[in-house]
């Protein structure tokens, strides 16, 4: 799967490579999605490499669920899938951060099928000009090496 600057993605890789074999041996991923990307991001590992997240040790992801992004139940159907291919790959959120996009942005509000996620916003007295918004996410996910000491336990 490619994933560079371009319509969909923004993507930093960062590679350790062993110095006798020379195979790669870690993948980092920085994800920035923007506009429909973070939609598309699950869509495009489905159709262009199902495998692309066993490749990957670790994923930063940030998103944007407001309606000036997030408009049909496809967007929040893809949105929703790449957390689950992301634990299927078997990857731990590590860290998450909500957070407000400006207020154009999260003035709109969320639709409706979006409940029970952080989105919205309030007003922030004597601000008029920013709000006090919900709707953008970044996401820290990794994946342990089966058998690593410091991998969190199931409950």
């Not at 996910?141 to 199931?154: F, I, L």
Request: charged letters at 20%; aromatic letters at 14%; proline letters at 5%.
């Amino acid at each position: 799967m490619r994933c560079v600057k371009g319509s969909h993605y923004f993507a930093a890789l960062s590679t350790t490579t062993d110095a006798t074999t020379h195979n790669v041996s870690r993948l980092s991923y920085y994800c920035h999605v923007n506009s429909c990307s973070q939609f598309a991001f699950a869509r495009d590992i489905l159709r262009e490499d199902p495998q692309f997240l066993s490749h990957v040790d670790q994923m930063s992801i940030e998103t944007h669920v407001s309606k000036a992004w997030m408009t049909t139940r496809e967007h929040l159907y893809y949105f929703g899938m790449h957390f689950a291919l992301l634990e299927e790959a078997g990857f731990v959120m590590e860290w998450s951060q909500v957070f407000g996009c400006s207020k154009r942005h999260e003035e709109p509000g969320c639709i409706d099928e979006m409940y029970g996620f952080p989105c919205g916003y309030k007003p922030w007295p004597g601000h008029p000009k920013v709000v006090l918004g919900y709707s953008c996410h970044d996401f820290l996910w990794k994946r342990y090496p089966t058998g690593e000491v410091d991998a969190p336990t199931s409950k």
